[in-house]
């Protein structure tokens, strides 16, 4: 079973950049043709995909974030993250990492991100 | 970006009722349709893939049709575990989109 981990500060000031990392645990994260996304829900709103990394390192960003989104993958620890600059008040949420194959059909509990100072 | 449009917002349904949303399309995206059920709290689960495929482990009383741009899933027997927030989501074009989200609660 697949299992999703994401872990990173719970609190950045602004202009600074998030940095979160989801470690992927039941199976590599270099077999089958999957991606690996992330999404982020602020707090009573809805679901934003922020992008995603194939393993082959190739990468897809959401045009209303690319300026200030990379997304990267450490074959070697199973592991994908995801850095978000320049962050406001704006883009305090919950951020979720998932695996995609057109649809997401495993994800992380979430962990919340609090842009303050 | 492909906007996705769900209705309604939010509804009120007794045990047992049959529940419906729907959810639609800016432009024809096919089949390539989704849907979630999100708890308080937790991260969305997958019940439909494809429209109309349901997820393994999900209970038959959920369902999903549609193509083209016009979607709809439907409760067939609303349980109170059902109460949640379910979301539309297509990928037939990058970025990834989701529906707003309905709201199902129990009368």
């Known amino acids: 079973q697949v299992q999703l981990q994401e872990s990173g500060p719970g609190l950045v000031k602004p202009s600074q950049t998030l940095s979160l990392t989801c470690t992927v645990s039941g199976g590599s994260i270099s077999s089958g043709s999957y991606y690996w996304s992330w999404i982020r829900q602020p707090a009573g709103k809805g679901l934003e995909w922020i992008g995603r990394?194939?393993?082959?390192?190739?990468?897809n960003y959401n045009p209303s974030l690319k300026s200030r989104v990379t997304i990267s993958v450490d074959t070697s620890k199973n592991q994908f993250s995801l850095k978000l600059s320049s962050v406001t008040a704006a883009d305090t949420a919950v951020y979720y990492c998932?695996?995609?194959?057109?649809?997401?059909?495993?994800w992380g509990q979430g962990t919340l991100v609090t842009v303050s100072s | 970006d492909i906007q996705m449009t769900q209705s309604p917002s939010s509804l009120s349904a007794s045990v047992g009722d049959r529940v419906t949303i729907t959810c639609q399309a800016s432009q024809d995206i096919s089949n390539y349709l989704n849907w979630y059920q999100q708890k308080p709290g937790k991260a969305p689960k997958l019940l439909i893939y494809d429209a109309s495929n349901l997820e393994t482990g999900v209970p038959s009383r959920f369902s999903g049709s549609g193509s083209g741009t016009d979607f709809t899933f439907t409760i067939s027997s609303l349980q109170p575990e059902d109460i949640a927030t379910y979301y539309c989501q297509q990928y037939d074009n990058l970025p990834r989109t989701f529906g707003q989200g309905t709201k199902v609660e129990i009368k």
């Open positions: 998932a695996r995609e194959q057109d649809w997401f059909d495993y």
């Open positions: 990394i194939y393993t082959s390192g190739s990468t």
